[in-house]
């Protein structure tokens, strides 16, 4: 399958608005439905491996670790698991590309701690880890960290964080914090972050622990900066974490996985060319966004996602072509209905995306 291999195969042109949200432009009539299936995936080569090029290289926080700033982001799906030398391939083409950041993390019974060391093996000395401390099988925090110690052969983690909702004093992982910043005192763990949903997720821990990164949501559609419907209104969150030394980590740039599909066949219906690659304007526009991101990680499942994202830092600058169909993408997302959201992905409703012309202008 061509660009996202795993493309709604479908895709339904109607008439009026139903339980999809729809956008209405002259002479048609663009429709969304989210579609998350592991069977649209396909590991065929259809893209050619792209040269060598330049990634830019940033300092997370003041901590002497230095990432390329585009990351790979391990997320996948229980099933594609078995598919071990095509998940090892797209790993070391990573790395052969420029890639050196590797976020790893374990989710939803998906295991990818022991994979994904089996992969980096050979070039773990030269990778910048990113892991999350999460409990599972009843371990306490200390055996949760030794064993990502001894799973990937490592004195140290390069990056390691907690997850939103270890927010406040009355949280019963809150503790956990201080055990964060004693490995990195100890010179286990280089820099200590959390990813949040919500700015006010931050508002105790940052001024109590520092923070050397925060991992935010951001995409040309929706994020958690966005406040209301004037291009003024950005929450101050980016401009305070860079002042305070925070580096900003973005996930979620290619859209949440529900939607990556749709808005992908959306653009091909908008894009008169059919020259315009959306997942590289999406990933433009996130590089060249008020947020300036030091490291941003999508998730990489296949060799073709690879091979077409990578391309967008390469050649970061974002073309007019490209901004115009984010413009009108944008404009189909904002009117999605909440229902095509599943219930962990719900808080992205309250950070739509303007589609007023003076936001356009201004952050498009």
């Keep these: 399958m061509k660009r996202r291999s795993f493309l709604c195969k479908s895709f339904i042109a109607a008439a009026a608005m139903g339980a999809t949200g729809c956008s209405v432009f002259p002479g048609k009539k663009i429709m969304l439905q989210k579609r998350f299936d592991a069977s649209d995936y396909s590991f065929d080569v259809t893209r050619e491996r792209p040269r060598v090029g330049t990634i830019e290289e940033r300092e997370i926080g003041k901590t002497g670790v230095k990432v390329r700033t585009f990351g790979f982001g391990a997320h996948m799906q229980r099933d594609l698991v078995s598919f071990e030398e095509e998940r090892q391939k797209v790993i070391r083409e990573s790395f052969d590309l420029g890639m050196n950041t590797y976020d790893i993390y374990d989710h939803w019974g998906v295991e990818q701690f022991e994979p994904m060391s089996r992969h980096l093996a ?3 000395k030269d990778v910048v880890l990113s892991l999350n401390l999460h409990l599972r099988d009843g371990r306490t925090p200390e055996q949760e960290f030794e064993r990502a110690l001894r799973l990937f052969k490592r004195d140290h983690i390069d990056m390691y964080r907690l997850n939103a909702r270890v927010t406040s004093p009355e949280s019963d992982r809150w503790p956990h914090w201080e055990k964060l910043f004693k490995w990195k005192e100890q010179g286990k763990i280089r820099a200590v972050g959390m990813s949040i949903h919500y700015p006010e997720e931050l508002d105790t821990v940052i001024k109590t622990y520092p923070l050397d990164y925060v991992i935010i949501p951001y995409n040309f559609y929706h994020n958690l900066l966005w406040t209301g419907d004037t291009a003024g209104d950005y929450d101050p969150l980016a401009k305070q974490l860079k002042d305070k030394g925070i580096s900003i980590v973005v996930m979620k ?6 939607f990556v599909a749709p808005m992908i066949e959306a653009g091909k219906q908008l894009d008169e060319t059919g020259e315009i690659s959306l997942p590289q304007a999406m990933l433009r526009w996130v590089i060249n966004s008020p947020v300036d991101p030091d490291l941003t990680i999508p998730g990489i499942m296949t060799l073709d996602h690879l091979y077409e994202d990578v391309q967008a830092y390469y050649n970061p600058a ?3 072509e490209e901004q115009e169909l984010l413009k009108k993408l944008k404009r ?3 009117i999605q209905s909440a229902s095509l959201l599943p219930d962990h992905y719900q808080f992205l409703n309250r ?4 589609d007023s012309p003076e936001s356009e202008e201004n952050y498009v």
């Design 351 to 354: 950070h739509w995306i303007t």
């Design 253 to 258: 740039a290619l859209a949440t996985d529900w």
């Design 122 to 124: 050979p070039m773990m």
């Design 332 to 334: 189909i997302a904002r």
């Design 318 to 320: 974002i073309a007019p």
